[in-house]
């Protein structure tokens, strides 16, 4: 990480559901997911929930500077299967995020496969020949009088930074992504303008379908 990691710590959950299995909050930008190796980098959602439950376990992760919708299992049977959902694809996850410039096309699919970019590691880059499946389906919801466009995202795939390549080899990096944006995307941002506000999942004990939905700050 190239600058100090200092996350807000109110609120220190931001709990939207729970019951004896599970946990939904909505991740802050700037939090990790799980903890990091070095000590310095053990504040995370994981940890955070731990204080209190201390066999909760992570199912899927969000980037650093990604808000929005996380589960979490509270035991391992809750766990195992979340794990298993996530793994099979049986999840859906919708994403909001503001790029840079007009896109000419309002909605289609980008289908770049993806490796990671090991002298720049974690970073991640476009590669046909090497690189793993990753479908992102797009959707453009409206656009600002700065030249700007507020798009929602679908990922098909789950490939580390998928979104975020994705629009920059589109020529349409999200706004105030420190990764992969241009100076031009960065100025006078604070933040990743990356938000995960839906997510759908089948309850890991009760079976029920379960689709939760926060919208982003950014809005």
């Known amino acids: 990480m190239n600058y100090y990691y200092d996350p807000a710590i109110v609120p220190w959950l931001d709990i939207l559901y729970q019951d004896r299995d599970i946990m939904v909050v909505n991740k802050p930008h700037d939090l990790l997911s799980v903890p990091g190796k070095p000590p310095e980098l053990w504040d ?82 476009v590669s046909y020949e090497y690189g793993k499946d990753a479908l992102t389906h797009y959707k453009v919801l409206s656009e600002d009088d700065d030249g700007n466009t507020l798009i929602e995202l679908v990922p098909v795939t789950g490939r580390s930074h998928q979104l975020r390549v994705h629009m920059m080899s589109k020529g349409h990096p999200i706004l105030g992504d420190r990764f992969y944006a241009h100076e031009d995307a960065l100025k006078g941002r604070n933040r990743l303008y990356l938000h995960a506000a839906e997510l759908a999942f089948t309850h890991p004990i009760t079976k029920k379908r379960q689709l939760f939905k926060q919208p982003p700050s950014f809005l």
Not at 61 to 79: K, N
Not at 111 to 124: G, V
């Open 44 to 125: 995370s959602i994981l940890t955070r929930i731990q204080w209190e439950f201390p066999d909760a376990e992570t199912v899927h992760r969000l980037d650093l500077a990604t808000s929005g919708l996380m589960v979490v299992a509270l035991h391992i049977e809750a766990e195992r299967e979340l794990k298993r959902q996530f793994r099979e694809r049986e999840t859906d996850k919708t994403y909001i995020a503001k790029v840079f410039g007009i896109l000419a096309e309002k909605e289609g699919s980008i289908d770049f496969p993806l490796i990671c970019d090991w002298p720049n590691r974690p970073k991640q880059m």
